[in-house]
C-alpha cells in the first residue's frame, strides 16, 4: 500500500508527526505488508520559526517532497498546490491520500485526489463553527464532503458528519492525534525554563528594561501561576484596526499590570500590528514579552503553567483542556465544543468585545488549573487512524 501524507501549515505539523511514528511501528513489525508512507509539504508556512524547526523537534523526517507554494492569497494557494500536486499523484499513483486538519493545503490535495479517483482519508473530520466566513470551515466542509475516510477526533464531530448525511460506514471515531503529541513531549517540555524560552525567542532588537523580577525564573514553582499567554492570528481578530486597537489596549493596560504577558506573535499579526501603527505601543509596554512563534515543546511548557491562556487557535483550546489552563478563546463560535466549559473542558467563547473578555478574564484567572480528558484522547489515536486505513 502506498500512501501519501500532505501538511502545509504549522498545526499540522503536530499532527502527522504520531502518524508517521505509527506507520514506522507498523512496518517494523509487518514487514510483509509494508506501507509505502510519502511525506509532502505543501511549503503554505516556510519560516524556519513556523516550520522548519517542528519538523527537526517532532522528530518528523524532512519531507519527500516539497511543493514550495509560499503565502499568497487562498486562491493563490489552493490553485497552485492543485496544480503541483496532480502532477505528483499522477507519477506516484498511491493509494490512499492522508489530510488533516483544515488549512489549505487540506482542501486542495482533498480536491485533487478525489477527481483522479485516489481515496481520500481526512484525520480530524467532522469539526464544524458553522461559520462560513471563516476560510478553514470552508475548507473542513469540502474535505470532509468528499473524502472516503473520516476519522473523528470526538463524538460531537461524528454526529456533524452524521447530520450532514455521510455514510456511516466511512466515520470512525479514533479521538485527537494532536493529544498524541502532547503525551510524547509532556515530560521534555516540562524540563525547559521559562526566562530562557522569552530570553532565547525575543522578537525584538533588545530585552526591554523589565524589571527581571516579573520575569518567570526556572526556579519557579507549579503552585505560583505567573503569567498569562497570547496568540491571535485570525483574520478576524488581526486584520482590521478597530479589532486589534482594543484588544492590544486591554493587555497593555489591564493583563499587564496584573501578570507577565508572553505573547510568541504570528507573522500575519505582526504585520498587522505594524502596518496600523500599533507596533510601537506593543513593544513598549514593560511587562509584554514580545517572542517570535516559538516552538511545539517551548508552546507547551508556557501552557503548562500559565495562570491564563488567551487564543484565537484552535488547537491550543485542545492543549488547554488537557492541560487544565484556563482558556479565554478570541472567537464568537469554535469548531471544537467539546473544549467549552459546558463539555468538561477549560475554554470559554469570549469573542473580541473587550467587556466580554474582562468579565471571563477576572473569573477565569481565579479558577485554578483542571485537566480534562475527553475520551479517546489518550495518545493513542495515530495507531488507530492507521488501523482505520488499512482495514477500510
Ligand atoms: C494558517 C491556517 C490556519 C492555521 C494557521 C496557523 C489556512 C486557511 N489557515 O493561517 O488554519 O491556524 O495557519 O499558523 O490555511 N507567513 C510568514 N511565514 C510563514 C507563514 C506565513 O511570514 O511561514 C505570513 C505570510 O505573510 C502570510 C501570512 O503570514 O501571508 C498568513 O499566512 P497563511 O498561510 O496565509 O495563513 P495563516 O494566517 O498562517
Not at 484565537?312 to 473544549?339: A, F, H, I, K, Y
Request: proline share 6%.
Amino acid at each position: 500500500m502506498k500512501i501519501i501524507s500532505v501538511v502545509g501549515a504549522r498545526p499540522n505539523f503536530m499532527k502527522i508527526a504520531p502518524f508517521i511514528n505509527a506507520v514506522n511501528a507498523y512496518n517494523n513489525s509487518n514487514p510483509e505488508k509494508f506501507v509505502n508512507h510519502i511525506l509532502l509539504h505543501t511549503g503554505q508556512h516556510y519560516d524556519v520559526r513556523m516550520s522548519e524547526s517542528f519538523f527537526k523537534r517532532l522528530g518528523i523526517p524532512d519531507p519527500d517532497i516539497n511543493l514550495e507554494i509560499g503565502s499568497g492569497s487562498h486562491a493563490k494557494q489552493v490553485g497552485m498546490t492543485m496544480i503541483a500536486f496532480e502532477e505528483v499523484l499522477l507519477r506516484e499513483k498511491p493509494d490512499w491520500v492522508v489530510v488533516v486538519g483544515d488549512v489549505n493545503a487540506t482542501l486542495a490535495c482533498t480536491v485533487t485526489a478525489k477527481k483522479l479517483n485516489v481515496k481520500v482519508c481526512h484525520i480530524e473530520a467532522g469539526l464544524r463553527s458553522n461559520d462560513m466566513s471563516m476560510p478553514e470551515e470552508i475548507n473542513r466542509l469540502v474535505t470532509d464532503r468528499l473524502s472516503d475516510l473520516l476519522l473523528t477526533p470526538d463524538k460531537l464531530s461524528a454526529q456533524n458528519l452524521r447530520k450532514e448525511g455521510l455514510p456511516e460506514k466511512n466515520i470512525r471515531f479514533v479521538g485527537n492525534i494532536m493529544i498524541d503529541t502532547l503525551e510524547a513531549n509532556r515530560k521534555s517540555a516540562s524540563e525547559l525554563s521559562v526566562a530562557k524560552i522569552i530570553r532565547d525567542n525575543n522578537l525584538l532588537d533588545t530585552i526591554p528594561a523589565k524589571s527581571p523580577a516579573a520575569m518567570p525564573g526556572k526556579d519557579y514553582r507549579e503552585s505560583e501561576l505567573l503569567y498569562a499567554v497570547l496568540t491571535m492570528h485570525r483574520p478576524s481578530n488581526v486584520d482590521q484596526k478597530v479589532i486589534l486597537e482594543p484588544i492590544l489596549n486591554f493587555l497593555t493596560t489591564e493583563v499587564a499590570a496584573d501578570m507577565p504577558v508572553i505573547w510568541p506573535v504570528h507573522p500575519r499579526t505582526e504585520k498587522m500590528l505594524k502596518l496600523f501603527g500599533l507596533w510601537d505601543k506593543a513593544a513598549e509596554c514593560q511587562n509584554l514579552f514580545l517572542l517570535h512563534p516559538v516552538g511545539y515543546h517551548e508552546m507547551l511548557r508556557l501552557n503548562m503553567h500559565a495562570a491564563i491562556m488567551l487564543t484565537d487557535s484552535g488547537g491550543l483550546q485542545e492543549e488547554c483542556c488537557v492541560l487544565g489552563t484556563p482558556c479565554l478563546t478570541l472567537r464568537w463560535n469554535t469548531e471544537r465544543p467539546v473544549t467549552l466549559k459546558e463539555h468538561g473542558g477549560a475554554s470559554v467563547l469570549v469573542g473580541n468585545n473587550i467587556d466580554r473578555i474582562r468579565e471571563e478574564y477576572r473569573k477565569a484567572v481565579k479558577s485554578g488549573r483542571i485537566p480534562q480528558r475527553p475520551d479517546l484522547w489518550d495518545g493513542q489515536t495515530a495507531k488507530r487512524c492507521l488501523e482505520a486505513i488499512i482495514n477500510y
